[in-house]
């Protein structure tokens, strides 16, 4: 069956630190792979996205992920944390099912940022 | 481009009500996804929408249904609320329906008492 996994519920950095945030799927086929982010009380922002190609991929505010086929993974990164990174990050992956494709999300892991 | 827009963004309603809730989608996309967020079962998905047919649909109770208008906009429905159905309802739209790229608004925050 088709699934996410973020081991990490949740992870304190230090503002300046860097940042990885792990995520593996299941999935038999090719995946799409995505990371959003959501603030308190706000729906989800598209970070960034692989579809193929290249297998590091840049997204917005900074943030990069690497997708690693061997390993089912999909890594989140940043090099140096601000205060406002803090939120909730989701992985998910696009699957067809059916009729149509849908997303499959991880449980999500919460960031906080300390000064 | 506006992005997607949900009303209204909180509701409040006691057991044995029902709901609608509204999604307008970014202009251009056709397909309209529903998914149930909450802090013990995370996000799952509830039904999608392309071309005013439902071409998906999670794993929820009849209670739970959705419609889509021919300008795309999508409205959902939950009858006979129960506790347990209190969570922040997301929507996400995309292009089309073999679309995997989905840009969510900001929900809608629903409280059964």
């Known amino acids: 069956a088709q699934s996410v996994t973020q081991p990490d519920i949740h992870i304190t950095v230090s503002e300046g630190a860097s940042l990885e945030l792990r995520c593996n799927y299941s999935?038999?086929?090719?995946?799409?792979l995505f990371w959003y982010v959501q603030s308190p009380g706000q729906g989800l922002q598209l970070l960034l996205k692989?579809?193929?190609?290249?297998?590091l991929v840049q997204g917005i505010k900074g943030f990069e992920a690497e997708f690693k086929r061997s390993q089912s993974s999909f890594n989140l990164r940043k090099p140096s944390v601000h205060w406002s990174d803090a939120a909730e990050y989701f992985c998910?992956?696009?699957?067809?099912?059916?009729?149509?494709?849908?997303?499959?999300f991880g449980t999500g892991t919460l960031l906080a940022v300390q000064p | 481009k506006a992005g997607v827009t949900q009303t209204p963004r909180y509701l409040i309603k006691t057991r044995g009500q029902q709901v609608t809730l509204s999604c307008s989608p970014i202009?251009?996309?056709?397909?309209v996804s529903w998914y149930q967020q909450t802090p013990g079962q995370g996000l799952q998905f509830l039904f999608e929408?392309?071309?005013?047919?439902?071409?998906n649909k999670g794993n929820f109770p009849g209670r739970f249904s959705g419609r889509q208008f021919s300008n795309s906009r999508s409205e959902m429905n939950v009858s006979t609320l129960e506790l347990g159905d209190s969570a922040l309802y997301l929507c996400?739209?995309?292009?089309?329906?073999?679309?995997?790229?989905?840009?969510f608004g900001p929900g809608t925050r629903l409280t059964v008492t």
């Open positions: 996400a739209s995309s292009l089309g329906w073999d679309s995997y790229e989905q840009y």
């Open positions: 998910a992956v696009g699957v067809a099912d059916g009729a149509t494709n849908k997303l499959i």
């Open positions: 999935y038999g086929a090719t995946p799409y």
């Open positions: 929408y392309f071309s005013e047919t439902q071409r």
């Open positions: 692989y579809f193929s190609g290249d297998t």
């Open positions: 202009s251009g996309h056709r397909s």
